[in-house]
């Protein structure tokens, strides 16, 4: 482990994690060394974690079990997607209204548990999601919603995602397209918009100031850790090098080989 801002002896004690899924947890459908290890003392000793994707198109459920299948065992409700922290944001900025959806079950789940209704007529939000299915009339029906004064909201930013078969576009790519359009701007929630990671803490109860997040990437997940005010542990199994970290102003507060290591921290806490 590499220390890099810290530590302060005016630090608080960690009293819960957020980490984040693809290079931390698993990478290419397989769990990676060390993570259930993280997971199993996590929930043995009672800290409240939750674990982190921008995905949208999984339910919370779904999600669960394709990572049973990856050798990781997540109970459903400590997962946090995109489209969790979309449906708690519409739901603090105006609780059960109407939204026109583009996106998998994931998001329209999320929405559904919210209150809110999914409408073709007149909504108050385009809610844009990832999806493996664009449709060219749905599509145009949400550029012509937003011109008609709906506002943009999309789960995250994330312009491509990966396949077996290659790269795939992902919501950014297709917000973009609306954004050119219609000459409107999405209001983008999943990382590295803190708004998820502050959405994420109130649904386990936890503070800023004494929660951690690990992630492997620094332009996302580091970012908003750093954005939220959380202590960051940049692991290197995902898509940052060591290297990497010099040419961001920012710094996460450690560098870890892998999440192996942070089990040794939660330990630590004895």
Do not use: C
């Not at 290659?166 to 209001?187: D, E, F, K, N, Q």
């Amino acid at each position: 482990m590499e220390i890099m801002s810290g530590p302060n002896e005016e630090d608080a004690p960690i009293t819960a994690w957020l980490t984040d899924m693809d290079g931390v947890l698993v990478r290419e459908n397989n769990a990676l060394p060390g993570a259930q290890g993280l997971i199993d003392t996590l929930t043995e000793r009672e800290v409240p974690f939750l674990v982190l994707t921008n995905n949208s198109i999984y339910t919370n459920r779904d999600l669960s079990a394709r990572l049973e299948r990856s050798g990781l065992h997540v109970p459903e409700d400590r997962i946090w997607t995109s489209a969790n922290a979309t449906a708690a944001f519409l739901t603090q900025q105006s609780p059960e209204s109407s939204a026109f959806v583009i996106g998998e079950a994931g998001l329209t789940t999320a929405l559904h548990s919210a209150g809110y209704v999914m409408t073709e007529q007149d909504p108050e939000y385009v809610v844009l999601g990832e999806t493996r299915n664009y449709s060219f009339n749905a599509l145009t029906h949400a550029i012509r919603l937003i011109e008609g004064g709906a506002k943009f909201i999309a789960t995250n930013p994330d312009t491509t995602g990966p396949s077996d078969e290659g790269t795939l576009p992902a919501t950014g790519s297709v917000a973009a397209m609306i954004r050119t359009a219609t000459g409107r701007s999405p209001y983008f929630v999943g990382k590295p918009n803190p708004v998820m990671i502050r959405a994420g803490l109130n649904a386990i109860g936890a503070h800023s100031e004494s929660t951690a997040l690990i992630g492997d990437r620094m332009d996302t997940d580091v970012r908003a850790g750093v954005e939220a005010g959380l202590r960051t542990h940049l692991v290197l199994t995902g898509s940052t090098s060591r290297g990497d970290v010099e040419t961001y102003p920012f710094r996460p507060y450690a560098i870890h080989e892998g999440v192996g290591e942070i089990v040794e921290l939660v330990t630590a806490r004895d």
